[in-house]
């Protein structure tokens, strides 16, 4: 940490209504490279959270009614803030969450670019006028910021999927409250630092720092003050946060799961395929919820495809992320190597082929119990857990198919449905498919989607709202409608 240009950044208690908030309770926040203490965090409770809740309910007045622009000038201050320190952010986030500091500095810029977004898609929040049934009415939409905004974030993106939410959120006219995870929440804290240093109002963003998940997240959904919930995580953990705002009637908005099939036809441009299927699954060491899941490959092409594929593979650098060269950082925990290691090996004892991985390309044991070496495994059926489990690692199961019908159906057979992507040069097939996919973004040709200006968010179990784009503000905003009557002389 001594490295920071500004030690400043690294702050290590809650940020609540402008104050920062230490306790003599802490929590470690350890490096996963190395397992080394990073830092001690004042570990906040019910009590803080409150605070915070407060803090958000007594800002929004103030902070609603400014013009859009006013908000939009201090959104854009943040913006710049968290450029002009990009370097420093990106390592405290390589420190925390591991991934390489290209990576992490990567993050910074996509996390700041949804609050250059959202600066000025705030000053868009457009009205409507709707022609009346009868003569002497008029109706008139207004769209209004919905109030305080709980938002629970999680570990593998802690600035980007913060500033996703929060930049909406506050360019709408809501305030925010956050929990990271608290494996992560050194970005958050940052975050905080600089809001505050851009002028953003005590109150308007707060950052909750501490470890009883359950206790923090019973008070973020079910306080009759907050108005909207959004989670990032797992399927499972925001379905119980779903029932859990059921008893306020919150609006909520989940981005949760995934299980993306990458789909490479015969008329592919096969080394395109290879160089997207590389960066979408091994981008933050396999653990993004749009990560390639499954790797779908027609039959005509599946020799070329995979030599080139285990090639590229071949071409990754594990390490410690700090370390120059390094492609690949740690995983997130010893249990998430674990999950992934009993995935790799229920494939292999139902009859996948370990092409790539520990046992053929050398032991990463060296690195540390968190690093798993990049893995591929060919011959995967549809019938193995593989193909069913959003895997959320560093690991490729290919499987082969026949017609394209069947990579649809392979493709669609999931709970999940959040991004899918294919390859082919085929247009009357790029239309078919892509119409076909139950999936809320789908990459064709291209395998990198992610960006300020499109609506991220997924279908079926993956869950539902939009983040960036001109979609996603909605979720922080409510319709209005004025009926005005009596106009007849
Ligand atoms: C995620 O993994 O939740 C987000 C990935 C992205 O924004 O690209």
């Not at 670019?113 to 049934?133: H, L, N, Q, S």
């Not at 929990?179 to 929440?185: H, S």
């Not at 909207?228 to 859990?244: E, M």
């Not at 540390?368 to 060919?378: K, V």
Request: hydrophobic share 45%.
């Amino acid at each position: 940490m001594h490295k920071l240009h500004d030690p400043q950044l690294l702050k290590k208690a809650s940020y609540i209504n402008g104050c920062w908030h230490s306790s003599a309770n802490e929590l470690a926040v350890n490096n996963p490279a190395t397992g080394e203490l990073v830092a001690k965090v004042s570990n906040a409770g019910i009590a803080e959270t409150e605070l915070a809740v407060k803090a958000a309910k007594n800002a929004f007045k103030a902070w609603s009614t400014k013009s859009a622009n006013e908000r939009s000038t201090l959104l854009r201050n943040w913006f710049d803030l968290l450029m002009e320190n990009q370097d420093d952010l990106g390592r405290i986030l390589t420190l925390e969450q591991g991934k390489p500091l290209a990576e992490a500095k990567g993050e910074i810029a996509y996390g700041a670019a949804f609050i250059e977004w959202f600066a000025e898609e705030g000053k868009r929040v457009y009205g409507d006028t709707i022609p009346a049934p009868s003569g002497d009415k008029r109706i008139v939409v207004i769209k209004q910021p919905i109030g305080v905004v709980a938002a629970i974030t999680p570990w593998n993106f802690p600035n980007a999927m913060i500033a996703r939410k929060a930049a909406a959120a506050l360019a709408a006219g809501c305030t925010f409250v956050v929990r990271p995870d608290t494996k992560t929440p050194l970005s958050a804290l940052a975050m905080a630092e600089l809001a505050e240093r851009a002028g953003i109002p005590a109150g308007v963003f707060n950052v909750v720092v501490g470890d009883n998940a359950h206790a923090i997240g019973k008070v973020l959904t079910e306080h009759k003050d907050i108005a909207k919930f959004t989670f990032t995580g797992s399927t499972a953990v925001g379905k119980s946060l779903i029932s859990q705002c059921a008893s306020t009637v919150k609006k909520v908005s989940m981005e949760l799961g995934g299980n993306a099939p990458f789909i490479v036809f015969d008329d592919a441009d096969i080394d395109a395929a290879v160089a997207g299927a590389l960066v979408s699954k091994y981008r933050n060491a396999g653990q993004t919820c749009v990560c390639t899941n499954r790797i779908l490959v027609q039959e005509d092409v599946l020799v070329e495809f995979t030599e080139k594929f285990v090639a590229a593979v071949k071409g990754l650098s594990v390490g410690n992320g700090l370390e120059e060269g390094v492609t690949i950082g740690p995983m997130i925990t010893v249990q998430a190597v674990n999950k992934v290691k009993k995935l790799i090996d229920d494939s292999i004892s139902q009859g996948a082929q370990l092409v790539l991985g520990e046992d053929k390309n050398g032991d990463n044991a060296h690195l540390g119990e968190n690093f798993l070496a990049p893995t591929i495994l060919t011959g995967v059926t549809n019938d193995m857990p593989i193909a069913h489990n959003e895997i959320f690692g560093p690991v490729s199961p290919i499987m082969s198919f026949k017609e394209e019908e069947d990579a649809i159906a392979l493709a669609n057979d999931t709970d999940f449905g959040l991004a899918a992507y294919f390859y082919s040069r085929d247009i009357g097939r790029v239309w078919r498919v892509a119409e076909a996919l139950e999936y809320g973004m789908v990459g064709i040709n291209e395998a990198l989607i992610s960006n300020a200006a499109a609506p991220f968010g997924g279908m079926k179990q993956s869950g539902n709202g939009r983040e960036g784009s001109k979609y996603g503000l909605d979720d922080y905003l409510e319709i209005k409608y004025l009926c005005m009557g009596g106009l007849s002389k």
